[in-house]
């Protein structure tokens, strides 16, 4: 069986789209978050240091694999010039 034939009848499930979006709107945060440090020729801990939050923190948000609070996603947006918004 083809990869494309087994996701297809996944796609139509409800659980699986919404799980898919979760997982895609955490993508975005890790990948803007990283990418945008490092254009800022930015290390973790110099992040960290400027957020006043351990490296591993930001290690942790570079992940994608710990749940994360709004204040602290916001603190590091906000030392990186980002905005977190909210979209329907």
Do not use: W, Y
């Not at 942790?60 to 204040?71: A, F, L, Q």
């Not at 602290?72 to 980002?82: I, P, S, Y």
């Amino acid at each position: 069986m083809h990869k494309d034939n087994f996701f297809s009848q996944f796609r139509k499930d409800k659980t699986f789209q919404r799980l898919t979006r979760e997982e895609g709107a955490i993508i975005d945060i890790v990948l803007a978050v990283a990418v945008t440090r490092k254009r800022r020729h930015l290390t973790q801990a110099q992040l960290a240091k400027q957020v006043g939050m351990p490296q591993s923190q930001i290690a942790r948000i570079e992940s994608g694999n710990h749940n994360v609070t709004i204040g602290t996603l916001n603190r590091v947006a906000t030392a990186l010039d980002l905005r977190i918004k909210v979209a329907a």
